[in-house]
Structure formats: C-alpha cells, structure tokens
C-alpha cells in the first residue's frame, strides 16, 4: 500500500511559477514510475508528466512540455512538478500516482495503482 500527498498548489499569475511535491509513505518508493495527472474544470482528468523509477527516463504531454519538469528525490520518498511559464488553460487540480514496476527504466501514461487527492492550482490571467 502507497499513500501519496501532494502539495504547493496555490493562486499563481499566468507567466509565474509552482513546483509541486507528493510525498509518498512507504519504504518501497523506489518501486516505482510516478506521474502527475491533472482535471481542469469540466474537463476529464488528463496525463501531465511521468518519471521512471530510477528518475532517468521522463515523458510529458505536448501541452506542457518545455514549461513542466518531473523529477524524483528517492531518498525522501517524494516525486515533483517543477511548473513554469504557467497559462490560465493550466488551471487544474493536479494529482499524483504510483504504479508498481519491475523496470527501472519504464514510465507509463495510464493503468497507476495509487492516488493522491490532489491539490489545487489557479492561474489568474
């Protein structure tokens, strides 16, 4: 069982910056792949970004890549989302998730075993 916690959503103005954390319970961290999902208003939850577990391979969607960087710190059990250049169509609830793997080099864009509850981001306009 993982238990994820997200946090550092808040109010930002279009231009700024968040970085996101999810802290993970659990000495099997390491185990594995890790994403960021997000669901804007009236919209269906949408892949964001994915990172292996080593933290050596990442992914990201088109519509934030170059802007967002995914990276992982196993020590603390905690997987980030670094977000700048942030736009309005970037407001969302954004959510991390775990899925167990085998390969450390993997990452997957769908089928994750563990949920955060999320946390809020706003980008003003």
């Known amino acids: 069982q993982v238990q994820l916690v997200e946090s550092g959503g808040g109010l930002v103005q279009a231009g700024g910056s968040l970085r996101l954390s999810c802290a993970a319970s659990?000495?099997?961290?390491?185990?594995?792949?890790m994403d960021w999902f997000r669901q804007g208003p009236g919209k269906e939850r949408e892949f964001v970004a994915a990172?292996?577990?080593?933290?050596?391979?990442?992914y990201y969607s088109d519509s934030v890549k170059g802007r967002f960087t995914i990276s992982r710190d196993n020590a603390k059990n905690t997987v980030y989302l670094q977000m700048n250049s942030l736009k309005p169509e970037d407001t969302a609830v954004y959510y991390c998730?775990?899925?167990?793997?085998?390969?450390?080099?993997?990452?997957?864009?769908?089928?994750?075993?563990?949920w955060g509850k999320g946390t809020l981001v706003t980008v003003s306009s």
């Open positions: 998730a775990a899925k167990y793997t085998a390969y450390s080099g993997s990452y997957y864009l769908d089928g994750m075993d563990y």
């Open positions: 659990g000495r099997t961290f390491r185990s594995y792949a």
């Open positions: 990172v292996s577990r080593s933290g050596g391979v990442t």
